[in-house]
């Protein structure tokens, strides 16, 4: 059985720090697309950064370009979020989620039918 078990959300303040870890079970990634995204209550779930295991090559949304680190131990069959500088508009529930896509298929990762999802991990942010 495949699952993707998400940790490391939490409660901090403004401008606080925290590192999502996505590691996969029954799954071993190879050639995939790996993405995060969030959903704030009442809200759209958008996607916040994806990469590809071959390529490398990572891609965020604007609103967390300079703050957020994707990256991925292939030795850990893990994916992690590094997050700082946290604003009250980064809390939701995030996911992580991975398909064995092409590199240009990554923007399609929410809704291919192969993806493997988290069960999510809530990050809030006070002010």
């Known amino acids: 059985q495949v699952q993707l078990l998400e940790s490391g959300g939490g409660s901090v303040q403004t401008g606080g720090s925290l590192t999502l870890s996505c590691a996969a079970s029954?799954?071993?990634?190879?050639?995939?697309?790996m993405g995060w995204f969030r959903q704030a209550a009442g809200e759209e779930r958008e996607g916040v950064a994806f990469m590809h295991t071959i390529d490398g090559g990572i891609n965020y949304v604007d609103s967390v370009k300079g703050r957020f680190t994707m990256s991925y131990d292939n030795a850990k069959n893990t994916m992690y979020l590094q997050m700082n500088s946290l604003k009250p508009e980064d809390t939701g529930m995030y996911y992580c989620a991975a398909a064995p896509l092409s590199r240009n298929m990554c923007r399609f990762l929410e809704h291919a039918g192969a993806a493997h999802w988290g069960q999510g991990t809530q990050v809030t942010v006070s002010s």
């Open positions: 029954g799954y071993t990634f190879s050639s995939d697309c």
